[in-house]
Nanobody
Framework: QVQLVESGGGLVQAGGSLRLSCAAS????????MGWYRRAPGNQRELVAR???????NYADSVKGRFTISRDNAKNTVYLQMNSLKSEDTAVYYC?????????WGQGTQVTVSS
């Protein structure tokens, strides 16, 4: 059974930081690259950060240098440290595999950045 549970979002002022967590079921987490996606109002869901099973990372240009993705394979958890947040980072954030291996999505966690 696929399980993705995101947490850690909230309301923060521009320039602030948040740390998101995603607990994933072992069946989907192990040996797969994981990523953080986000969907802003009126926009399509986009991939912002990716980490493979050995820890190599990639970032969208819009978050490079501000966001850091990491994973704890023992806990089946992936994290997103977000610093220097901007109003355009406001979105619902989701985690999932990269590429997508399932049509299932968790509930996401809302991040709102006030300017």
């Amino acid at each position: 059974q696929v399980q993705l549970v995101e947490s850690g979002g909230g309301l923060v002022q521009a320039g602030g930081s948040l740390r998101l967590s995603c607990a994933a079921s072992g069946s989907i987490f192990r040996a797969n690259a994981m990523g953080w996606y986000r969907r802003a109002p009126g926009n399509q869901r986009e991939l912002v950060a990716r980490i493979n099973s050995s820890g190599s990372t990639n970032y969208a240009d819009s978050v490079k240098g501000r966001f850091t993705i990491s994973r704890d394979n023992a806990k089946n958890t992936v994290y997103l440290q977000m610093n220097s947040l901007k109003s355009e980072d406001t979105a619902v954030y989701y985690c999932n595999t990269v590429p997508l291996l399932t049509s299932y999505w968790g509930q996401g966690t809302q991040v709102t950045v006030s300017s």
